[in-house]
Each structure stands twice: as C-alpha cells, then as structure tokens.
C-alpha cells in the first residue's frame, strides 16, 4: 500500500447562470476525474455558490432549478450557496431547488427561522470517506443578515460556527476544506485566525488565483466568475506523519475543452421551454418607456413611482442606471421586463430627515456620482445614471458643481428637521455610495419581490403610467 494518498479537487464559482461554458466545464471534469481515479487518485468537483442568478430566463422560469440539473450532469460532488441563492429565491423556492440535487449541499450558518435548524436540503459539513482519506468540508455563506431574515431565514456570523466545527471534527478527518461563499479578505481573515484548516476554496469577490495563495499553512484558491475558469487543488497526505506534505492550485480555460454535446442539447432545450413561459404578455404599453442612463426619463420617474408604491413610502428614488432596455408600445412580456431588470434587486424603505434628503439629491446629480461605474450589490448595469424620483418637485442649477434651489415634497417644501418616509432600492443599503441613505432609520426590506416584479404588477396601472411623463427635475438657467 502507497505511504501517500492524492486528492484532486476541481472547483467553480460565481458562475451567475453563465450556462454557455457549462458543457465544457462538464468535459474538463469527465476527463480529469477519469484520468486520476484510473491513477488511483481521490477526485472532488465542487461549486462555491452564486451558481444560479435569476438574470438568465432558465433560471427564472425554473427558479433554479435547471442550474440544479446542470450541475446533476456536470458531476459535481458537493456545493454552498451563494447570496444569489439565498437570498434572491423566496423562501418556499429555495426549499424546492435542491430537491433532485445529486451532490450534497453543505451550508452550516444557514437556518431556518423557525426550526432553527439547517434546511433539510442542506448539512452543515460532510466527511467524505475512502479507505486511506478522510475529508472534512465545511460550507459557509456570506451572512446578510437583513436580508435572510426578511425571508424567514436565521443567517450566523461564520467564524464561530467554523472554530467550534474544526474542535468538534479534529479526530474525526484527515484534510479539512471549506467552500467559503464569504469573500477572498473574509477567507484571508479565516486563514489567519482559525487553526486546522487545509483549503479554502472561495467565492463571492470573482477574485482570480492562479496559483493560490497561501495564508499561514491554509491555501486559499479562487478561480474568477463566470465558467472562464475552472480551479484545481492537488493535496498530497502522508499516511505515516498524518500531515499534508504537498499542495498547489492552478487554473484550467474552460475554453480549452470541447462541450458535452448531450449537456448542451439540454440547455437548447431549456432556452425553448423558458422562453415559452416567460413570453406570456404582462401588459399592453400605450407608449413606449425609453431607458436613458443619463437624463430624467418617464421610464425612470415610472420605476421611482412603482418603488414608492410598493413601499408605500412618501417618496420614490431609483437610479436611471438601473433600467438596461426600453420598454415599446405594444405588447410588453415578461421577458421584456427581465431585459429591463435583470438585477436581484429589492424595494426597500428609510426613514431620513429633510436635511438628509437634500444630501442624498445634491449627492446624486453630481456628474461623478451619474457617471460612477457600478459593481456588485446585485447590480446588473454598468452606471449609476441619473436619480429618477417621484413625490418630488425640484429645481435645480447644472455646471460642472449641480446645485439645488427647492425641493418640493408633495406639493409642499422641504423642511430640513422634518422625516420623511423614502422609498428605494436595496443596494443603496449594501454600497455605501450615499452615506446618508445609511444613516436613516426604520430601514425595511421588501423581499423577496425583484424590481422586475415589482413593475410587471405597477404597469397595470394607467395612471402611474401617465403621471410619469410628468418631469420632476427642473434645471434653471443661470441670468
């Protein structure tokens, strides 16, 4: 018997239902894992989270569903869950997605709200055995906190949980990896502070590691977004000291493999099977809602209104950004609205006092904030754009430093002193692009409803339609 044992572990993440490198990813594993298992060699294929976003139509029309099919005939062994997961599914959904899952879910900080329990989809760690090797991987996801709670879930701070799972499991495996879904800084932290860890495989900040990198004796391994790449860990156990001797990390060009011809006809599929579903029509439009980054635009004040409605809120503030595609007259599907609003993004409310408000707007129309580039937060655009509003009148100076003369609030003026109930869009809680958006009060998330549905309900309505053509922003020439 050999004094060392292999183990080989092919990972992915944030493939954000980027299905078009699947079939190729599906191909690497097939000829590695064939390659080393003839060897002698152990072999794990895991998936970090974020697989599934609801911005592609088979993963809405499935809620998920088909990346749990997906990754069924990829081969995966085990996976966590990602925010896009967790957190754009509604509660009931998430329940059903893993049901036909042929790999193990392992999600530890993660529980039901009224249980308090892991789901039942899900475990907390696994140890998977052979004869000579005994893994431990524990799972964790990026815990927000608000946002999980406002759907029935109970979200854990991870470090805690992984120090206490490492004491409880240190006789019971040999190599101890995590599927981390919290970030590549969260993954150095946890390489530095937590004894016992082997690997940790992250996700969450699409950071590219080609080779790794090190943190103590903790390899921390990353492949980037997307399926581009396709990461790999080699770990070598001595049997006789019961220690790792080797470990290294590289990446593999999904590009580099010929698709699974049979993974691909199911996608081709899926595209006519979600298409059909989606194409149902939601409305009838009398005019055409044209999306424009950098101006004030009815489609744009509509979005605002539609928030403020949702919300039931005083005011209504969305950023032009967010809209990718015109909405025409005529007949408007719901995959119209998911070209639109492809983003897992939520209405939310605040409470801000007048002189937080007029901050918030200054703040907004300056040419820095209209042009700044957007990433993250479940923001699907490329800029923030221009801040459609509704509930407001304002007049203001343009230039190179945008000034406000008035603001009025539903017909009335502003008072510095006086709150105000706004609603907005959730990722003005996670960015920190407005600090004073932060610094309000009463803060509720309205989940699980996207923007997207959230519209395909508000564009029934005639009256919010029209009203919307109604300019809110005023520009003032200077005499």
């Known amino acids: 018997?050999?004094?060392?044992?292999?183990?080989?572990?092919?990972?992915?993440?944030?493939?954000?239902?980027?299905?078009?490198?699947?079939?190729?990813?599906?191909?690497?594993f097939r000829t590695y894992r064939q390659q080393w298992e003839q060897g002698g060699e152990r072999v794990l294929a895991v998936d970090i989270g974020d697989h599934m976003d609801r911005m592609d139509m088979k993963s809405e029309a499935s809620y998920g569903k088909v990346n749990v099919d997906v990754m069924n005939q990829t081969g995966y062994s085990y996976a966590t869950i990602g925010n896009n997961e967790g957190i754009t599914l509604p509660k009931e959904k998430l329940d059903e997605m893993y049901k036909q899952a042929a790999f193990q879910v392992i999600v530890g900080n993660l529980l039901d709200a009224a249980s308090h329990r892991t789901p039942q989809w899900a475990v907390p760690y696994a140890i998977h055995e052979w004869q000579d090797l005994r893994v431990a991987l524990l799972g964790v996801t990026i815990p927000f906190t608000s946002s999980y709670n406002s759907m029935g879930w109970e979200i854990h701070e991870p470090i805690g949980l992984l120090q206490q799972q490492?004491?409880?499991?240190?006789?019971?495996?040999?190599?101890?990896?995590?599927?981390?879904?919290?970030?590549?800084?969260?993954?150095?932290?946890?390489?530095?502070?937590?004894?016992?860890?082997?690997?940790?495989?992250?996700?969450?900040?699409?950071?590219?590691?080609p080779r790794g990198?090190?943190?103590?004796?903790?390899?921390?391994?990353?492949?980037?977004?997307?399926?581009?790449?396709?990461?790999?860990?080699?770990?070598?156990?001595d049997k006789a000291s019961k220690k790792v001797t080797e470990i290294e990390a590289e990446l593999f060009a999904s590009d580099d493999f010929l698709p699974d011809e049979a993974l691909a006809t199911f996608l081709q599929e899926q595209d006519r099977e979600a298409e059909k579903l989606?194409?149902?029509?939601?409305?009838?439009?009398?005019?055409?809602?044209?999306?424009?980054?950098?101006?004030?635009?009815?489609?744009?004040?509509?979005l605002a209104a539609s928030v403020r409605s949702w919300t039931g809120a005083e005011i209504g503030l969305a950023n032009g950004g967010l809209l990718l595609s015109d909405l025409h007259r005529g007949s408007v599907s719901f995959v119209d609205l998911l070209h639109s609003l492809?983003?897992?993004?939520?209405?939310?409310?605040?409470?801000?006092?007048?002189?937080?408000?007029?901050?918030?707007?200054e703040q907004a129309i300056q040419p820095e904030t209209i042009h700044r580039e957007l990433r993250g937060c479940g923001f699907r655009g490329k800029v923030e754009g221009w801040m459609a509003v509704d509930g407001l009148r304002i007049r203001y100076i343009g230039g190179e430093v945008p000034q406000i003369l008035e603001i009025q609030v539903n017909d009335k003026p502003l008072l510095l002193d006086q709150e105000y109930r706004v609603g907005t869009v959730d990722m003005f809680m996670y960015n920190r692009?407005?600090?004073?958006?932060?610094?309000?009060?009463?803060?509720?998330?309205?989940?699980?409803?996207?923007?997207?549905?959230?519209?395909?309900?508000?564009?029934?309505?005639?009256?919010l339609i029209q009203q919307s053509f109604t300019p809110r922003w005023e520009r003032v020439a200077i005499s």
């Open 433 to 463: 692009l407005f600090p004073d958006l932060l610094q309000g009060s009463h803060i509720e998330f309205f989940l699980p409803q996207m923007l997207r549905e959230v519209v395909a309900q508000t564009v029934l309505d005639p009256v």
């Open 213 to 237: 990198e090190r943190v103590g004796r903790t390899l921390i391994a990353q492949t980037g977004k997307f399926g581009q790449q396709i990461g790999h860990v080699r770990l070598v156990w």
């Open 342 to 361: 492809p983003h897992p993004i939520n209405a939310c409310a605040v409470t801000l006092t007048g002189a937080q408000l007029l901050r918030v707007l």
């Open 278 to 302: 989606l194409l149902r029509p939601v409305v009838q439009l009398q005019h055409d809602l044209r999306a424009e980054w950098m101006e004030e635009t009815p489609f744009g004040s509509f």
């Open 1 to 28: 018997m050999a004094d060392t044992c292999t183990l080989h572990m092919l990972h992915t993440n944030d493939l954000h239902s980027h299905f078009a490198p699947m079939p190729r990813i599906a191909t690497c």
């Open 166 to 209: 490492l004491e409880d499991l240190r006789d019971q495996a040999d190599v101890f990896v995590l599927l981390s879904h919290l970030g590549y800084p969260t993954d150095c932290r946890l390489a530095a502070e937590l004894d016992g860890l082997d690997v940790i495989l992250g996700a969450h900040t699409h950071h590219m590691l």
